[in-house]
C-alpha cells in the first residue's frame, strides 16, 4: 500500500475516489485508500449512453488484486454488476453485506452474466457478417457463479471490522430489500476515527415493505445520493401510489390492449404484485385481469422476498397470499414467455428489464408497441439512451431484435412508484445527519439534479464550500473536520459525454433531419419514400447499439 500523502503531523489522511456513480446515476464504485490497505464501496454496471457502456468492457481504473475486501449497499445491477468481473480479474477478498442482499445476488448476478453471453452472442453473429472483429462478454455466467462463494453476511445497527483499521455499520436504506446506508469509523492515527456515511440509494418516506432510512448523525464526510435531487413526486403514499395504479390499470384495458409494464426485477416488480394483488382483493380492477410477470429472475427473486416475508413492512395482504393471487401467472419457460404473445389484450404483462435494454420486456414491446389499443407504462427511472429514455421521450418508431417498430401504443409514465427519497426526502435526511463537520458529495444524480439540491442545502443554512459534486474519477483527500482537498486523477470520460455522448446528437440530428424532409415531402408518391428515410434516420442510433 502506497503512503497517501497530505495529513497533519501522526494523522493520515484518507483518499476517496469515485470511480462510479459520479455524475451519472449508475456504476456506483468508491474507492478508499487508507494506510492499512484499500477497499470498495459497491462495484456497479454501467448503464446510459454508449460511451458510459462502453466502461463496464474497460479495464478497472484500480487493480483488483489490491482491493481487500468489499462493502455492498444493495443489490441493484448499477451497484453491484461488475462484482463478478471485479472477482474475474484477481480479487479474492470478503463481500460484506446484507443476507437479503446476499440471497438476491444468489440469482441476480448469474442471471446478468447470462445475460452478458447472449447479448455478445448476438453482437457477434453480426459482427461476423460484417467482417469485424468479434467481442468478449464483461463476464460470463460461471463467473458471477464463482463471485459468489465469497459473501460474507451480517445484520443491521451492529459494527463489524471489515480490516485493519476500519470499522463499519449497516443501517436501513428504505430502497430495496436488503438495502443500507453504510456508516465507517476509519483509524487515522488522530485523536478519533474518520467518520463517514455512505448513503446507498435512500428510499421514500413512505413505502411498502419497508421502514424510512435511518442513520446517525454527527459525521466528518457525508456521500448522499442525489437521483431525485431536482424534483418532489406528487403523492408519495403508499395509498396514492395504489390509486393512481388503479387509474393506470382501468384506462389501459379499457383501450382494449395490453398492459405492457418494463419493470426492474428486484422490489418494483414485487411491489407492483402487491398492489396489483391488493386492487384484486378489493374488486378495483377486474376480477378477471389475467396479471403476468414474465422474467425468471424477477422470479426467483419473488422467492427471496417470500423467504423473508416476517422482515417486510406495511404490507397490506395476508403472508400467505403474497404474491400468490390466482390471476398471477409467474412465468420462467421460454414456452411460457412465448404463450403470452398470443393474448391480443386484456392483459396486464411484467417484464424486465426496468430500462428495456435488455430480457424479455424487449419481445412484448415489439409485439405491442405497433398496436393502438395497447399501452406500455413506465414506472421507474430511464437512463439516458436507453431504449426506454428513447420510448418515453416520443419515438415514432424503435428498433427492436434488428425490426422497425412503429410506436402506436399509449405510452404512460406513473413517477411515485420510485424506490428513491425525492428532493424533499433527501434534504430531510440531509438535515437528520447534523453536524457534518468536513463536507458532503452528492453521487448518483445528474447534474441538474445535484445542483438543485445543492443550492436548496445551502438555502437551509449548508455552507456552499462544504458541497462537492465530484466527477467520475475525481480523488480528495479527508481529514477529521476539514475540507477535503481535491487530487488530479486522469478521467476516463469528458464531463461533457457523461450524460449525452455522439451517438446521442446523432439521434437527435436524424429526428431533425426527418422532420424537415416529412415537411417537403407533400406529394403522395413521396410520402412512401419519405416515412423509409425517416425509419431508417431513426434508428439508425439504436442499430449501432445492437451491433
Known amino acids: 500500500m502506497p503512503y497517501l500523502e497530505g495529513g497533519d503531523g501522526n494523522v493520515m489522511a484518507v483518499r476517496i475516489t469515485f ?58 445491477i448499477d451497484h453491484v454488476g461488475l462484482v463478478p468481473k471485479l472477482t474475474r480479474l484477481g480479487f479474492t477478498g470478503p463481500i460484506h453485506a446484507t443476507t437479503p442482499t446476499l440471497d438476491l445476488l444468489t440469482f441476480m448476478l448469474p442471471d446478468s452474466g447470462k445475460i452478458q453471453e447472449s447479448e455478445v452472442e448476438r453482437k457477434n453473429r453480426t459482427l461476423k457478417r460484417q467482417g469485424k472483429p468479434t467481442v468478449t462478454p464483461i463476464y460470463t455466467q460461471a463467473d458471477a457463479e464463482a463471485s459468489l462463494e465469497n459473501g460474507a453476511p451480517h445484520p443491521m445497527e451492529t459494527w463489524l471490522e471489515p480490516g485493519p483499521g476500519v470499522k463499519a455499520r449497516f443501517w436501513n436504506a428504505g430502497h430495496i430489500l436488503g438495502a443500507v446506508s453504510i456508516e465507517l469509523a476509519i483509524d487515522n492515527g488522530g485523536p478519533r476515527p474518520l467518520r463517514l456515511l455512505f448513503s446507498g440509494d435512500l428510499g421514500p418516506d413512505e413505502k411498502v415493505f419497508h421502514l424510512a432510512p435511518d442513520a446517525p448523525e454527527g459525521f466528518d464526510y457525508v456521500v448522499c445520493e442525489s437521483t431525485y435531487g431536482d424534483r418532489d413526486r406528487d403523492d408519495v403514499t403508499v395509498e396514492g401510489r395504489r390509486a393512481a395504479l388503479e387509474r393506470e390499470i382501468g384506462e389501459a384495458l379499457s383501450r382494449g390492449g395490453n398492459l405492457v409494464i418494463p419493470s426492474f426485477a428486484v422490489e418494483r416488480s414485487q411491489e407492483l404484485l402487491h398492489d396489483i394483488g391488493v386492487l384484486l382483493a378489493e374488486g378495483r380492477i377486474p376480477k378477471n385481469t389475467p396479471v403476468f410477470l414474465d422474467s425468471p429472475l424477477a422470479s426467483r427473486v419473488t422467492r427471496v422476498f417470500i423467504r423473508h416475508a416476517g422482515a417486510l413492512e406495511d404490507v397490506a395482504l395476508d403472508e400467505a397470499e403474497l404474491f400468490r393471487h390466482p390471476n398471477f401467472r409467474i412465468t420462467e419457460s421460454v414456452e411460457d414467455s412465448k404463450a403470452i404473445n398470443r393474448i391480443s389484450g386484456g392483459a396486464i404483462i411484467i417484464s424486465a428489464s426496468g430500462m428495456c435494454d435488455a430480457g424479455r420486456i424487449r419481445h412484448h414491446l415489439r409485439n405491442n408497441l405497433w398496436q393502438r389499443k395497447g399501452t406500455v407504462l413506465f414506472v421507474g427511472y430511464q437512463a439516458p439512451g436507453t431504449l426506454g429514455s ?46 457534518v463537520r468536513g463536507g458532503f458529495f452528492l453521487t448518483h444524480g445528474e447534474n441538474e ?11 437551509q443554512g449548508i455552507d456552499g464550500a462544504r458541497i462537492h459534486q465530484p466527477a467520475l474519477d475525481d480523488s480528495f483527500l479527508l481529514e477529521a473536520g476539514q475540507a477535503p482537498l481535491r487530487k488530479a486523477q486522469p478521467k476516463r470520460v469528458p464531463a461533457d459525454q457523461m450524460v449525452r455522448d455522439w451517438a446521442d446528437d446523432y439521434l437527435a440530428f436524424s429526428f431533425a433531419l426527418a422532420e424537415r424532409l416529412d415537411r417537403i415531402a407533400n406529394e403522395p408518391d413521396k410520402r412512401e419514400l419519405m416515412r423509409r428515410l425517416r425509419a431508417t434516420l431513426a434508428n439508425d442510433h439504436q442499430q449501432n447499439e445492437e451491433i
Not at 459497491?42 to 482491493?67: H, K, M, S, V, W
Not at 412503429?406 to 434534504?427: C, F, M, P
Open 19 to 76: 470511480r462510479g456513480g459520479a455524475g451519472t446515476v449508475t456504476g456506483s464504485c468508491y474507492l478508499i485508500d487508507h494506510d492499512k490497505g484499500r477497499f470498495l464501496i459497491d462495484c456497479g454496471l454501467f448503464q446510459g449512453n454508449r460511451t458510459i457502456r462502453e466502461l463496464n468492457y474497460a479495464p478497472f481504473p484500480f487493480d483488483p488484486a489490491t482491493i481487500d475486501y468489499l462493502l455492498l449497499t444493495h443489490a441493484h
Open 449 to 459: 439534479a445535484r445542483a438543485a439540491l445543492s443550492e436548496l442545502m445551502v438555502e
Open 390 to 435: 428513447i420510448i418515453l421521450n416520443g419515438a415514432e418508431e424503435v428498433r427492436i431484435h434488428g425490426r422497425d417498430i412503429k410506436v402506436a401504443a399509449t405510452i404512460r409514465r406513473l413517477g411515485n412508484y420510485s424506490a428513491h427519497a425525492d428532493q424533499g426526502e433527501l434534504l430531510a435526511w440531509i438535515r437528520d445527519r447534523q453536524p
